[in-house]
């Protein structure tokens, strides 16, 4: 697949639990632009993927076409930027999801995701392994000064043919 379609696949993915939400899922270029978008979006829960970039899988992958990709989910409940100092992350925000809660689900979302191949592989690739996401993380967002944010960004990773 490409980084196109690995995108537009986990915004597909997230949309119907976004929805489940009240929220939006969206594709964002970087995250300055996901920064902006969440400054400026709606006071909904909002998931942006984001790719962050590849590199080879190994050693051999000029002979197996297989690199990683690095993918970052931002998460949001829309309840503005600066964190929230409190057990608010707990508790639901007035018709909002408990941050934790939203994090969570979003979380198990992503790590259950199988990421079909496409018709646009490159000639002689190597069927996907286990196209599904590795070495999830997740953390909260702050911003150079360490001012942490009503964020969470969610990192993975996942073995494809370039």
Same mark, same amino acid.
């Given at each position: 697949?490409?980084?196109?379609?690995?995108l537009?696949?986990?915004?597909?993915?997230l949309?119907?639990?976004?929805?489940?939400?009240?929220?939006?899922?969206?594709? #964002?270029?970087?995250? +300055?632009?996901?920064?902006?978008?969440?400054?400026?979006?709606?006071?909904?829960?909002?998931?942006?993927?984001i !790719?962050?970039?590849?590199?080879?899988?190994?050693?051999?992958? *000029?002979?197996? !076409? $297989?690199?990683?990709r690095?993918?970052?989910?931002?998460?949001?409940?829309?309840?503005? $930027?600066?964190? %929230?100092?409190?057990?608010?992350?707990?508790?639901?925000?007035?018709?909002?999801?408990?941050?934790? *809660? $939203?994090?969570?689900?979003?979380?198990?979302?992503?790590?259950?995701?199988? !990421?079909?191949?496409?018709?646009d592989?490159?000639?002689?690739?190597?069927?996907?392994?286990?196209?599904?996401?590795?070495? +999830?993380?997740?953390?909260?967002?702050?911003?150079? *000064?360490?001012? #942490?944010?009503?964020?969470?960004?969610?990192? !993975? %990773?996942?073995? %494809?043919?370039?």
């Amino acid at each position: 697949m490409t980084i196109r379609a690995q995108l537009e696949f986990i915004r597909d993915a997230l949309a119907d639990w976004a929805r489940d939400f009240g929220g939006l899922a969206l594709v #964002a270029s970087d995250p +300055l632009d996901a920064l902006v978008r969440l400054q400026q979006g709606p006071a909904k829960p909002v998931a942006l993927a984001i !790719f962050l970039g590849e590199r080879p899988f190994s050693e051999s992958s *000029d002979r197996t !076409f $297989l690199v990683e990709r690095t993918y970052q989910v931002a998460l949001s409940r829309g309840t503005g $930027l600066p964190a %929230t100092k409190s057990d608010s992350l707990m508790k639901e925000t007035g018709a909002r999801p408990a941050m934790y *809660d $939203l994090l969570e689900s979003a979380r198990d979302l992503i790590a259950n995701l199988v !990421f079909p191949l496409g018709e646009d592989e490159a000639e002689g690739a190597q069927p996907d392994p286990e196209a599904i996401p590795q070495a +999830l993380s997740i953390a909260l967002w702050s911003v150079a *000064d360490q001012q #942490a944010l009503d964020i969470f960004r969610i990192e !993975f %990773t996942i073995v %494809t043919p370039r």
